[in-house]
């Protein structure tokens, strides 16, 4: 493996975004996913190896160690932030075409609900995972859904929600979605949600974490 | 009734760094990561603050133990167990709400959307945090106000937790004047500023306040399970 696609992993796993940044402390000075893609691309290493090899298995790295509880929100904010940072180097490729997103997932905060830092963090890490990302933000309706999925129909679909009064809209968004687009994969999450609600109101996957998220969508596009 | 409704200075508000700590559960590492955002915050965040906070006093309380309702202005409201131990020996019940206002939240989201993640989502704890922190101040002085005549006041118990259905926040703020403190409450019981509180506090004279208890609540949202767990 390359040495920089190398310490690119690691710069993503441990949120270090650039040389000016301080965090995480052991990386003080060092340079960061900012410079280290550019490096990457100057050194004529594929935009698609940086991005599998890269960034890809630093956010699963940071994701896994979120969901073991072995580190908080703070953490996966910088990671995503590095890893955004980086993304901003390979977008031209992206939309060349010369690297190719794993697919599609659109993802929103349900009607009624205007909570979005969990729905945030599974955006970021979705995205982290090699996956184009249409965040639709909050207070989300059946309609933005099904437009946005008529935009882009071989999407997976993310719905949030954080209360109990809206987790209840949520079985209204999944029947319109699945009377018009029965085929399209819909998870959703959120603090009240578990699987029975998921399997209740027709919906195929409920992840309690990002990373959950990532994986089901992973063997979706092995299927 | 009683109504009361105060404005609460800014200044008042006092959060300590120990206190975001403990709700984003950062470890020392990540503590001096975080600090430059938490100084930023100390130093403008206050200035958002728009705090408003208050009670109505409802004289009219009865409860059924069968059904573990509360009735208050002969409205039923359907608390879990846990609630209803607290708050049955009331005689008289608080409906409370107090808000902040929507400028952190604002700030919050426009850090975020400008991909400062972190550093909005600072914004948003240290809003969570400033509105319990005004409350426990509003909760303060109903405490003296009924210690006058003899009365203790209960924990404060708010839709969403502990088991109380969050869709009974339309009877709780049918209780309250129109726009009390500016909240106002959208189909899905969502209050409008979203950093504002609500609830019920029990007043008597066999009432007394407790130390939180997480176990008896399932909400894994809580900023007092994190403060406890983390703090």
């Known amino acids: 493996m390359n040495e920089i696609v190398e310490k690119l992993t690691i710069c993503i796993e441990f949120g270090k975004i650039n040389q000016k940044s301080p965090f995480p402390p052991s990386m003080r000075g060092e340079v960061g996913a900012d410079e280290l893609t550019k490096q990457a691309l100057e050194a004529g290493i594929n935009p698609a190896e940086i991005l599998e090899h890269g960034l890809i298995p630093g956010m699963n790295a940071v994701g896994l160690k979120f969901s073991q509880g072995k580190v908080f929100v703070p953490e996966m904010l910088m990671a995503a932030k590095a890893m955004s940072t ?8 992206f ?4 690297v190719k997103r794993k697919g599609t997932f659109i993802i929103g905060t349900v009607f009624g609900d205007l909570h979005d830092i969990g729905k945030n963090l599974v955006a970021m890490t979705v995205e982290g995972a090699g996956w184009e990302v249409i965040d639709l933000g909050v207070d989300v309706k059946s309609e933005t859904f099904l437009d946005t999925l008529g935009k882009y129909p071989n999407s997976a679909v993310g719905i949030s929600a954080l209360l109990t009064t809206t987790m209840a809209n949520m079985e209204s968004v999944v029947k319109n979605l699945k009377e018009k687009h029965p085929l399209t994969k819909i998870l959703v999450g959120g603090a009240p949600l578990n699987a029975a609600f998921c399997n209740k109101i027709g919906a195929d996957f409920y992840s309690r974490d990002p990373q959950g998220a990532v994986a089901y969508l992973n063997n979706l596009q092995n299927c | 009734m009683h109504l009361q409704q105060f404005n609460i200075p800014n200044q008042s508000v006092e959060i300590s760094r120990a206190e975001i700590y403990a709700v984003l559960g950062v470890s020392a590492e990540v503590q001096a990561m975080v600090d430059e955002y938490i100084d930023e915050v100390f130093m403008n965040g206050c200035e958002l603050l728009q705090i408003t906070g208050g009670y109505l006093i409802a004289e009219d309380v009865e409860t059924d133990i069968t059904l573990k309702q509360i009735l208050v202005n002969r409205i039923p409201f359907s608390i879990k167990n846990n609630i209803f131990q607290q708050l049955k020996a009331s005689e008289k019940i608080a409906v409370f709400a107090c808000t902040i206002g929507d400028a952190v939240f604002e700030k919050s989201r426009t850090l975020m959307k400008n991909n400062e993640m972190l550093h909005g989502y600072i914004y948003d704890i240290f809003g969570s945090l400033a509105v319990e922190n005004a409350m426990e101040q509003v909760q303060n002085n109903l405490k003296l106000e009924m210690a006058v005549i003899g009365s203790g006041i209960s924990n404060r118990y708010s839709p969403g937790y502990c088991g109380w259905n969050v ?8 209780l309250l004047p129109p726009g009390f403190c500016g909240i106002s409450l959208s189909d899905s019981c969502l209050m409008q500023p979203i950093k504002s509180i609500s609830g019920f506090i029990g007043i008597g004279p066999e009432i007394h306040q407790e130390a939180y208890t997480c176990e008896v609540c399932d909400s894994s949202q809580c900023l ?3 403060l406890k767990h983390n703090g």
């Open chain 1, 86 to 93: 980086a993304l901003v180097h390979l977008k031209p490729y």
């Open chain 1, 95 to 98: 939309q060349s075409g010369e």
């Open chain 2, 224 to 226: 007092y399970r994190n």
């Open chain 2, 167 to 174: 869709a009974e926040q339309k009877k709780l703020f049918s």
